[in-house]
């Protein structure tokens, strides 16, 4: 069943790969799922003793349109629980039930003994909803910025939720967006507090270059034009313009603009602070090329699914 044409998947999902694949092995992350399933049931399991070990066979429902987001780690919660899941509806999907004309979809159908299926089922559901919640959300913001013209990055932030982290910014790529950099670790971002704990972006970027490697970017973060400048002029290859409003971003972005072509710089500039949906048409601006926010996984609107025991007949 096929609930989206593959033009409108993000380029990741349509080149044939698997989007699992861009996880760590699951050996990395199987000690969380561990955690969140122990987390669920950390002594008795009440439920567990009344269902028994009967085989049973339910069906995951999905009830709210959204894009289908977190099938990797619902299948190594099950896996965990000895349970096998079979998909029906692809990841990163974008399920519009109205355009099916029904209330609710099936996506997939999970068979395994009673007890272990209603182990999983809570722990499931609440990644699942979690981050296809993020997925939509990524993707409704990218959908935005192409419709008003907006041809670079729309990225996430590292503002995730205290180990969830995978999840957060694997949904973020499931929806289109890009999901920025993973870690302190990923690349060298130097914020105000770096700054002014080092004296000058002069300074802090010196001190940087005594142990940075070729591999690794310098991403400044600029709250005026000038520090843009100075940013530029020491080597920076990503410029932030954090917390512009929306006229003085129009002014320094064509400054900007002119300034990288007139000294030859291929550094790229970022926008964010307080960017949403609903605002977004003000930083859509000539000479910007990233818009990060932490609209698409900061209290975002999870999805609807449930997961339902087909009962005996």
């Not at 995951?60 to 987001?69: G, Q």
């Not at 692809?90 to 099916?100: M, R, V």
């Not at 971002?189 to 004296?199: A, E, F, R, V, Y």
């Not at 512009?244 to 500039?269: C, H």
């Amino acid at each position: 069943m096929s609930q989206i044409t593959l033009s409108t998947l993000p380029s990741c999902l349509t080149n044939g790969n698997n989007p699992a694949n861009l996880l760590p092995p699951p050996s990395a992350w199987s000690s969380t799922v561990a955690q969140w399933i122990a987390e669920d049931c950390p002594s008795m399991d009440w439920g567990g003793f009344v269902v028994g070990e009967d085989e049973k066979e339910a069906i995951l429902w999905c009830k709210k349109d959204s894009v289908l987001a977190g099938a990797p780690f619902v299948d190594e919660i099950f896996r965990q629980l000895s349970c096998k899941v079979v998909w029906s509806t692809a990841e990163g999907s974008y399920i519009d039930l109205a355009h099916l004309g029904a209330k609710k979809v099936e996506v997939a159908r999970v068979r395994g003994k009673a007890r272990n299926l209603l182990l999983g089922e809570r722990v499931a559901l609440n990644t699942l909803t979690r981050c296809s919640g993020v997925a939509t959300k990524s993707r409704n913001l990218v959908v935005a910025a192409r419709t008003l013209g907006f041809e670079g990055y729309v990225a996430g932030t590292r503002k995730t939720t205290p180990g969830f982290r995978l999840v957060e910014k694997y949904g973020m790529i499931i929806g289109g967006a890009d999901a920025h950099r993973y870690d302190l670790s990923s690349m060298i971002m130097l914020k105000d507090n770096h700054i002014w704990s080092k004296g000058s972006i002069p300074q802090a970027i010196s001190s940087l270059k005594t142990t940075l490697s070729f591999a690794q970017k310098i991403h400044i973060e600029c709250t005026s034009l000038d520090e843009a400048y100075s940013a530029l002029d020491h080597g920076a290859d990503v410029i932030m313009l954090d917390n512009f409003s929306p006229a003085d971003l129009k002014d320094a972005a064509q400054k900007l603009k002119a300034y990288r072509k007139e000294k030859g710089y291929s550094a790229i500039v970022e926008v964010s602070g307080g960017v949403t949906e609903s605002n977004l048409k003000d930083w859509v601006v000539e000479g910007i090329d990233v818009i990060s926010t932490s609209s698409i996984h900061q209290g975002v609107p999870v999805g609807d699914f449930s997961l339902k025991i087909i009962p005996q007949s």
